[in-house]
């Protein structure tokens, strides 16, 4: 009896893999971890084919073309399909939502550091020029678009030639997660894969082939395929690629997977993300079928028949020349006049407003953010941010993912570095890799003079040093704030001269006094020498203070 049976306890069901007709019976799974993969006898995986149509159907409505997503029909033989597509009014929305989201995330660039300190080597230039040199940022911002109209997105990295072919550089990558197969535990599918796939078909004259790449921690198996179809059929030699420098297995002297996956955003029952339509499919048709209606029926009345009294038309029909400037009148007061139609489109419009309400709310993205305010004057920065408190905590779920990704990737770029002694734009990388910090901004469009008054009185408070508010208000490192102090120092200094408090010390006198005009010399109430005040002097910071006695009665 088994241990499962014995304590009454119903094993989960096991996934599986589909055997094709020619390929022998599958091993016993095992207790080992998993190093290969099997072919696979179809391609698309089976279970992947659902997640593939999704991004297939997502990339449509992103792009605009609702048309084909929605498999509009064109029941009118007036029309043919491509004027059945103008007649079709496209309110990309989805595409807007995901521009929004991707902008408000990236569009101010967080500011990435490495540690610093005694037990950190100081790589802050190697950091610098390797984000400079892959372009980084601009790779997070479309991730973050793809994340958000698929729901994942996913970062490689690997060692080559970037820009100087007599160099390595660590490369990143956005790879599409149309071509991600990862091996998931059946146990705990949010759970890191030890395996993960890039596959992609291609041909090569006129031949479908199945491109492989297969990451384990530390190696990466390249494969080719042959396709028969859809089925996956005999593993060809890598030499068909024509790429010297690929090979079957590389070592990647990192002992991480090179593949870091993001997610959109997840609910715990999928390792992978919810895209931002998920929900709102029904909402992007609706509003386009209602103003396509609504468009139609005011187009078909724009032309209006002419109706006109009996006895204008000839025998055949036409309008008689002798009428075409005057005509006579009927006994009952007949004329020519125009046939409308009040087409009572109050009610679609109000729909229209109510979808649109409907849209706002359920796609977290305030109307303010599309650009739809309610009134004519600017709301101030912090009217403005509790008005789009859902879209702030839109972009702060995708920063909850996007945060530990962009981690991982520069661990993992720092790792790559010290195993390949790679440089960047010349800079060496020294030391340990260490886990960068990054300081994420406000996605709200700051209110610069909202945060100089908060800055002042932060100031006044004393909780806060002037190099804490020139980096809040100017995004700089530290260091170009203490360099930017320093010159404001210096140009004040320059600006007041130097005062001096002048000092009348009489012959025979053992201590200096202080000569006020007017009144006599009076010795300092310490006795001790009197010197020269110079009000900028530690940048303004405690200047001693000379009191002088009260004018004597």
Not at 514 to 523: D, E, H, L, M, R
Request: hydrophobic letters at 35%.
């Amino acid at each position: 009896m088994s241990a499962s049976a014995k304590n009454n306890i119903t094993p989960l069901p096991q996934i599986t893999p589909v055997a094709s007709a020619n390929s022998a019976a599958s091993p016993p799974r095992s207790n080992a971890p998993v190093t290969v993969i099997d072919a696979k006898p179809i391609f698309p995986y089976p279970d992947s084919q659902n997640r593939l149509e999704k991004y297939k159907f997502n990339s449509l409505l992103f792009d605009g073309n609702h048309f084909d997503a929605f498999k509009i029909k064109v029941d009118n033989n007036l029309y043919n399909k491509n004027y059945s597509r103008l007649r079709y009014v496209v309110n990309n929305f989805p595409g807007l939502i995901s521009k929004i989201c991707a902008d408000m995330l990236f569009g101010n660039q967080p500011r990435i550091t490495l540690p610093e300190g005694s037990n950190h080597n100081d790589n802050s230039d190697w950091l610098e020029n390797w984000l400079h040199d892959t372009d980084f940022m601009t790779i997070c911002y479309e991730s973050a678009m793809t994340a958000s109209y698929k729901g994942d997105t996913l970062f490689k990295l690997r060692v080559g030639q970037l820009n100087d072919p007599n160099n390595s550089s660590v490369i990143v990558e956005q790879v599409q997660p149309d071509y991600f197969f990862p091996t998931l535990n059946p146990l705990n599918v949010s759970a890191e894969p030890k395996q993960m796939e890039i596959s992609f078909l291609f041909q090569i004259n006129g031949k479908d082939y199945l491109r492989k790449e297969i990451h384990t921690a530390g190696l990466i198996r390249n494969e080719l395929w042959k396709m028969n179809g859809a089925e996956v059929t005999t593993q060809e030699p890598l030499s068909l690629l024509n790429d010297p420098d690929l090979k079957e297995e590389e070592k990647t002297g990192v002992d991480r997977l090179l593949l870091v996956h993001v997610p959109n955003w997840k609910d715990g029952r999928s390792y992978f993300g919810k895209d931002d339509y998920y929900d709102l499919d029904t909402l992007f048709y609706a509003i386009n079928n209602r103003i396509s209606k609504v468009d139609n029926i005011l187009d078909k009345h724009s032309d209006p028949i002419l109706a006109i009294p009996e006895g204008i038309l000839d025998e055949e029909g036409h309008v008689k020349r002798e009428n075409l400037g005057l005509f006579e009148m009927s006994a009952n007061g007949e004329k020519p006049e125009y046939i409308v139609w009040n087409a009572q489109l109050t009610a679609a419009f109000d729909e229209i407003d109510r979808l649109m309400q409907s849209l706002y709310m359920f796609s977290e993205v305030s109307p303010d953010a599309f650009g739809n305010f309610d009134d004519a004057t600017a709301a101030s920065g912090r009217a403005l941010k509790y008005r789009m408190m859902r879209t702030v905590a839109k972009v702060n779920r995708k920063k909850i993912y996007f945060d530990r990704a962009l981690k991982e990737v520069i661990y993992l770029a720092q790792l790559l570095a010290e195993a390949h002694n790679v440089k960047a734009l010349g800079a060496e990388y020294a030391g340990a890799p260490d886990i960068p910090s990054i300081e994420w901004h406000d996605p709200i469009p700051q209110d610069s003079y909202e945060q100089a008054q908060e800055e002042e009185l932060r100031l006044a408070s004393g909780n806060q040093t002037l190099v804490d508010s020139i980096i809040n208000i100017d995004h700089v490192t530290e260091d170009q704030a203490e360099e930017k102090v320093k010159q404001i120092q210096k140009e004040k200094k320059a600006a007041t001269p130097k005062v001096t408090v002048p000092v009348n010390n009489p012959p025979g006198a053992k201590d200096p006094t202080i000569a006020v005009p007017g009144q006599s010399p009076t010795k300092t109430p310490s006795g001790a020498p009197v010197p020269s005040v110079d009000p900028f002097a530690n940048g303004g910071v405690n200047v001693p203070k000379t009191t002088v006695p009260p004018k004597a009665q």
